[in-house]
């Protein structure tokens, strides 16, 4: 059985990975789950100076899933640099895949400039979700034109792996991933966060501060799935598929529909062993269908 997966020019050692924004820059787990089993871990988002987050509160819990809206809270890429990158340079065999974010596209390229030398960093996933400042606000990713164009910017900026993370709130996902594709993009991740909103209907307010937020977890899982599946019908280049992943069953479905990596993300809350317990049902769902690589998956759907 081959459980890796090529992206670019490197290689995944196997296809399960953690989602950025549920697993801290992995050190946070280190006592918890064997880091070194892990396919990859996609940190939390970096951006070029420190941020504090959105006001509290932040989170909170929906009928099989969960709304955040933590907005981006990070040390900066300097304070990675010297907080965060010691750890990553200790994890074995697993990949570290730092998410980039930013609000003007010289924010990106600047995170990836200063990033590029650690030896330990394999890739990077570019959160395109972000408002572009420069451009009135509107997010990278609902726009085809900058999202290619900032595809294009990064990888001319580094020889890693560069996967673009496609929001959902958009018309049509495909012109999107077509645009990363055009753009050079190794990979795409697919899907962020659905838009949401909770209202506690007792104080006749919404439930987190900044009233609607990215809904996560189980509830949109079909959202990801049929993302993931048209997608991979539209593009050649590698699809990572996430979006509401609590067990093999649904890491399976997600490559049925066509994606060659997944990532796990709300699970992690509630059972830390989880990507690692997925891992393992794939195994065995691949030994009982006679199944030797994930791209075998990819032949049963039209």
Same mark, same amino acid.
């Given at each position: 059985?081959?459980?890796?997966?090529?992206?670019?020019?490197? $290689?995944?050692?196997?296809?399960?990975?953690?989602?950025?924004?549920?697993?801290?820059?992995?050190?946070?787990?280190?006592?918890?789950?064997?880091?070194?089993?892990?396919?990859?871990?996609?940190?939390?988002?970096?951006?070029?100076?420190?941020?504090?987050?959105?006001?509290?509160?932040?989170?909170?819990?929906?009928?099989?899933?969960? +709304?955040?809206?933590?907005?981006?809270?990070?040390?900066? *890429?300097?304070?990675?640099? =010297?907080?965060?990158?010691?750890?990553?340079?200790? @994890?074995?065999?697993? =990949?570290?895949?730092?998410?980039?974010?930013?609000?003007?596209?010289? %924010?990106?390229?600047? #995170? !990836? %400039?200063?990033?590029?030398? !650690? %030896?330990?960093?394999?890739?990077?996933?570019?959160?395109?979700?972000?408002?572009? !400042?420069?451009?009135?606000?509107?997010?990278?990713?609902?726009?085809?034109?900058?999202?290619?164009?900032?595809?294009?910017?990064?990888?001319?900026?580094?020889?890693?792996?560069? +996967?673009?993370?496609?929001?959902?709130?958009?018309?049509?996902?495909?012109? *999107?991933?077509?645009?990363?594709?055009?753009?050079?993009?190794?990979? #795409?991740?697919?899907?962020?966060? #659905?838009?949401?909103?909770?209202?506690? +209907?007792?104080?006749?307010?919404?439930?987190?501060?900044?009233?609607?937020?990215?809904?996560? &977890?189980?509830? @949109?899982?079909?959202?990801? *799935?049929?993302?993931?599946?048209?997608?991979?019908?539209?593009?050649?280049?590698?699809?990572?598929?996430?979006?509401?992943?609590?067990?093999?069953?649904?890491? @399976?479905?997600?490559?049925?529909?066509?994606?060659?990596?997944?990532?796990? &993300?709300?699970?992690?809350?509630?059972?830390?062993?989880?990507?690692?317990? $997925?891992?393992?049902?794939?195994?065995?769902?691949?030994?009982?269908?006679?199944?030797?690589? @994930?791209?075998?998956?990819?032949?049963? +759907?039209?």
């Amino acid at each position: 059985m081959d459980l890796k997966v090529k992206i670019g020019n490197q $290689i995944l050692p196997n296809p399960v990975g953690v989602a950025s924004g549920t697993f801290g820059y992995g050190e946070e787990y280190g006592e918890l789950i064997d880091l070194s089993k892990l396919g990859a871990i996609y940190t939390k988002a970096v951006t070029v100076l420190p941020r504090e987050g959105n006001r509290l509160p932040r989170l909170t819990e929906t009928p099989n899933g969960m +709304i955040n809206s933590i907005g981006l809270a990070n040390s900066g *890429v300097e304070g990675f640099l =010297k907080n965060k990158v010691p750890f990553l340079n200790t @994890i074995k065999s697993c =990949k570290n895949i730092v998410n980039v974010a930013g609000s003007t596209e010289d %924010e990106y390229v600047k #995170v !990836v %400039e200063m990033i590029d030398h !650690v %030896e330990s960093v394999w890739g990077y996933e570019i959160n395109i979700s972000c408002p572009n !400042v420069k451009c009135g606000g509107l997010a990278f990713g609902t726009d085809p034109i900058q999202v290619e164009r900032l595809t294009r910017v990064i990888k001319s900026k580094t020889k890693k792996p560069v +996967i673009m993370k496609l929001t959902p709130n958009v018309t049509d996902i495909t012109t *999107v991933a077509t645009a990363c594709e055009i753009g050079g993009a190794d990979a #795409v991740s697919c899907i962020n966060t #659905v838009m949401g909103m909770k209202i506690d +209907i007792h104080k006749k307010q919404p439930a987190i501060y900044q009233k609607t937020g990215g809904l996560s &977890g189980p509830a @949109i899982k079909p959202v990801g *799935v049929a993302a993931v599946y048209r997608v991979s019908k539209k593009i050649t280049i590698p699809v990572v598929g996430l979006g509401g992943i609590m067990n093999a069953e649904d890491a @399976i479905e997600y490559f049925l529909a066509g994606a060659s990596a997944i990532q796990v &993300g709300t699970a992690n809350f509630i059972n830390p062993n989880a990507p690692l317990d $997925i891992l393992d049902g794939i195994k065995d769902y691949m030994k009982e269908n006679n199944l030797n690589k @994930i791209s075998d998956f990819h032949g049963f +759907i039209d």
